[in-house]
């Protein structure tokens, strides 16, 4: 079975987190040696994913942000994009605050008696 342009691109994620079953990838090589188009693809792919990663550090030209915007949509539209909070390396779960939660059950001193 070969895999078509279509289902490559799909694949694309897999192949750069090195979560592709191997006769997969042996595959996805397959195409990608035989398939220029997809050979771009696949480093505009990985452009973008380095790029994006650079995003925070400093603002972009507007042009290149407007390009970038393009460059992601098509992408999305062939699919599941990382989000940033998926390409981050730690997996701390979201602080919740013990006693933030508590003092929200007991409002703060208003002079009035306790209740009995
Ligand atoms: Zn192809």
Redesign the pocket.
Same mark, same amino acid.
Do not use: A, D, G, Q
């Given at each position: 079975m070969n895999l078509t /342009?279509r289902e490559?691109c799909g694949l694309l994620m897999d192949f750069l987190d090195g979560t592709m079953a191997p006769e997969l990838r042996t595959q996805f090589e397959q195409?990608l040696c035989a /398939?220029p188009? /997809?050979r771009t693809y696949l480093d505009t792919y990985k452009q973008t994913i380095r790029m994006t990663r650079m995003l925070p550090r400093e603002p972009l030209p507007t042009e290149l942000v407007a390009r970038l915007q393009v460059l992601l949509e098509k992408e999305m539209r062939c699919q599941k994009i990382p989000k940033p909070e998926d390409t981050k390396p730690s997996d701390e779960p979201p602080k919740l605050d013990p006693e933030c939660r508590g003092n929200r059950q007991h409002p703060p001193h208003s002079g009035d008696s306790p209740p009995t």
């Open positions: /342009c490559l195409h /398939c188009p /997809c």
